[in-house]
C-alpha cells in the first residue's frame, strides 16, 4: 500500500464519526508522534482538503477542532501552528 492510500484510509466516510473529528484525529496523532513539531505550522486547509480528499470547509472545521482542543494556534494571515505541549499529556506546568 503507497503512502497516498494509508493516509486515504485513514478517514473513513461511512463511519459515524464526522469526517472533520476523523481528521483532526490524524493530525492530533501527527503532533504526538512529532512529526509535526511545535511552533512549526500545519498544513493549509486548502493542502489537506487535497491530500485527504475531502472539501475545504471539512478541513477548516478540523482546524477548529485541533483548537479547541489546544493542539495548534492560528495567526491571522500566517496560517496555523503546534502548540508547545506541557509534559504530561496535558497536565499544567505549574
Do not use: C, W
Amino acid at each position: 500500500m503507497s503512502d497516498t492510500e494509508k493516509r486515504k484510509a485513514a478517514l473513513d466516510p461511512m463511519s459515524a464519526r464526522p469526517l472533520y473529528v476523523q481528521l483532526a484525529d490524524v493530525i492530533a496523532e501527527k503532533i504526538a508522534s512529532g512529526q509535526l513539531a511545535p511552533d512549526r505550522p500545519i498544513p493549509s486547509e486548502n493542502h489537506l482538503a487535497d491530500e485527504y480528499g475531502v472539501a475545504r470547509l471539512t478541513a477548516r472545521r478540523a482546524a477548529q477542532e485541533l483548537r479547541e482542543r489546544g493542539l495548534i494556534v492560528t495567526v491571522r494571515g500566517k496560517g496555523s501552528f503546534v502548540v508547545e505541549q506541557p509534559p504530561g499529556e496535558g497536565e499544567p506546568n505549574n
